[in-house]
């Protein structure tokens, strides 16, 4: 049972230009939303959080929106740049599980 | 501060072996979690430890156990490896709070022969 999709495996964006992530998700219960980035040959790396009580979150150049009532999660990066590819996943966690569930991770190239 | 440390990188064992994977926590992180990361997959939940006792558990076979020690050190064991068992084992502490973020370690690459 999938509770979380990243649909879109693989996305490529002109430096400079906004990157948009999606995540969808199925359970009501999640109530903490984070994005992960991953570099090849190293652990994911935290980018940014959004509880359930807020629809944005901002910090830099990365902003989180929510929208729970379609229960879909999107990450923008603006600006984009080539230091920013590398595979981000959308985690949201559920305090009555007390556990994170992962998406399968959408591999972003930002081209020079 | 020291960031979560896995040991060792990289691993080569041969089926029907069994593995023990380390993990040394963020100073101060009570809560240690291990994920199991296959191409295609994403990262799959096996355990987290808090305070030494399982606090959760994956869908995983029995195969695979951990422990955490008094120190918040654990530590994942695989008995009767399998071939499917060749994986990138991650490994992730967070303060134990409701809303902590896991902060990961670079991972354990397992390659089963």
Known sequence: DQQVKQNSPSLSVQEGRISILNCDYTNSMFDYFLWYKKYPAEGPTFLISISSIKDKNEDGRFTVFLNKSAKHLSLHIVPSQPGDSAVYFCAPYTNTGNQFYFGTGTSLTVIP | ?113
Not at chain 2, 74 to 100: F, H, I, K, P, W
Request: hydrophobic share 25%; proline share 4%.
């Open chain 2, 1 to 113: 501060k020291a960031g979560v440390t896995q040991t060792p990188r990289y691993l080569i064992k041969t089926r029907g072996q069994q593995v023990t994977l380390s993990c040394s926590p963020i100073s101060g992180h009570r809560s240690v979690s291990w994920y199991q990361q296959t191409p295609g997959q994403g990262l799959q939940f096996l355990f987290e430890y808090f305070s030494e006792t399982q606090r959760n558990k994956g869908n995983f076979p029995g195969r695979f156990s951990g422990r955490q020690f008094s120190n918040s050190r654990s530590e994942m064991n695989v008995s009767t490896l399998e071939l499917g068992d060749s994986a990138l084992y991650l490994c992730a502490s967070r303060t134990g709070g409701a809303q902590s973020p896991l902060h990961f370690g670079n991972g354990t690459r397992l390659t089963v022969t």
